[in-house]
């Protein structure tokens, strides 16, 4: 990774930020002062480990972090090993035996909106509080696009859009009563014969569009932080662009879209709920290079600019922003040295204890 100075080249454990001369700085706290602003270090451990093997990774971390009391640390099992860790990592116990304070927090990597019903499946807000989960991760990348292709609603979209199956709806559709004058218009000039390659063409174009993005929409993200705010439960709300936005030089105005969409839903007064992890999609997962340090400092500042627009400026100034892409024990130092970085999601690092230890425990010597 690329170094680059920014306007505070010391970590900082705790800190409070401050804005002057338009820009964002971090002012060293003295540790559990009231206000200040700790790090979050957060494990997504996405669909791997079994319950016991969960509380078993947690040991190990937490091992390796006795006594560390100055940052949060959040554990990100599948929705199986919640209750496993959630009896695990009980206050008392954490600081028995670990010399831990509250500072370890169950994450859940997605919720729905509904409360119950039928959505077989799905797992609600009210389900997650029940078991002692404390935050939820609302949007990541993997759930916004990359489970399209695994679902294949692109596939199911072409399937639909062939001559003989439009041909076919189409005789149905005109033997029913009342049927949209509109859409049997537009089913007719489909299957004429002289538009045979523009339906194909339509066909790939959708194809090709749905396969990468047929995820959630940031309609289902809002609905999902609302229930979860609705439900106590704390928001860790990811953004990001994919590469082809960053190469079009459409990375802000993604953000800026799913951002504000987002935030559409949070009023002032829950705005302390939410965290904010901005990933950038190309640099997730394994052999992917995580961004610069330029490029993560752009865009921190950019969405809390973004949030100081919508909320204010102390509200900017508190708002917790993680990055995450590739953070590993090399490079965490290096990223939480920028000014508006306030911690970091972690996938692959967070599976190895070694590694994951080493992330929470940035900056110190021991
Ligand atoms: C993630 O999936 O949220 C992530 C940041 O993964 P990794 O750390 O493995 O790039």
Request: charged share 25%; hydrophobic share 40%.
């Amino acid at each position: 990774m690329k170094k680059t100075a920014d306007s505070n080249p010391k970590v900082y454990r705790n800190y409070f930020r401050q804005r002057t001369a338009n820009q964002w700085h971090k002012i060293e706290a003295e540790v559990g002062i009231p206000g200040a602003i700790r790090p979050f270090l957060a494990g997504n451990w996405k669909m791997n480990m079994i319950p016991l093997s969960g509380v078993a990774l947690t040991a190990r971390i937490l091992d390796i972090c006795r006594g560390i009391r100055d940052v949060d640390i959040g554990l990100a099992p599948p929705h199986t090993g919640l209750s496993t860790l959630a009896d695990y990592i009980k206050p008392d116990f954490l600081r028995t035996e670990y010399g831990l304070g509250r500072n370890v927090f169950l994450l859940a990597q997605d919720t729905f909106f509904e409360s119950k019903g039928a959505f077989t499946g799905e797992i609600s807000p009210e389900m997650l509080g029940a078991i002692g989960v404390d935050r939820v991760i609302i949007g990541h990348s993997d759930r916004r696009a990359n489970l399209g292709k695994y679902y294949g609603f692109a596939s199911s979209v072409a399937r639909r859009l062939t001559d003989s199956f439009l041909s076919d709806k189409l005789k149905k559709l005109k033997a029913k009563d009342g049927a949209d004058a509109q859409v049997i218009a537009t089913l007719e000039y489909l299957v004429a014969k002289e538009n045979h390659e523009l339906l194909s063409g339509l066909t790939r174009f959708l194809e090709e569009e749905l396969r990468e993005r047929a995820g959630e929409s940031d309609q289902s993200i809002q609905l999902k932080i609302q229930a979860a705010l609705g439900q106590g439960l704390q928001v860790i709300l990811c953004c990001g662009e994919n590469r082809e936005a960053r190469l079009a030089n459409e990375t802000f105005s993604l953000l800026d879209r799913q951002l504000r969409m987002a935030f559409e839903v949070v009023s002032p007064r829950a705005v302390s709920e939410v965290i904010i992890a901005y990933e950038p999609v190309w640099a997730i997962g394994e052999g992917a290079k995580p961004a610069t340090l330029e490029q993560i400092k752009e865009v921190h500042d950019f969405i809390r600019n973004l949030i100081m627009d919508l909320y204010g400026e102390q509200t900017a100034s508190n708002i917790r922003i993680l990055y995450g892409g590739n953070v590993k024990p090399d490079n965490i130092v290096d990223i939480m040295n920028i000014s508006g970085v306030d911690g970091a999601l972690v996938g692959g690092a967070s599976l190895k204890a070694n590694d994951f230890a080493s992330i929470i425990r940035f900056g110190l010597n021991t």
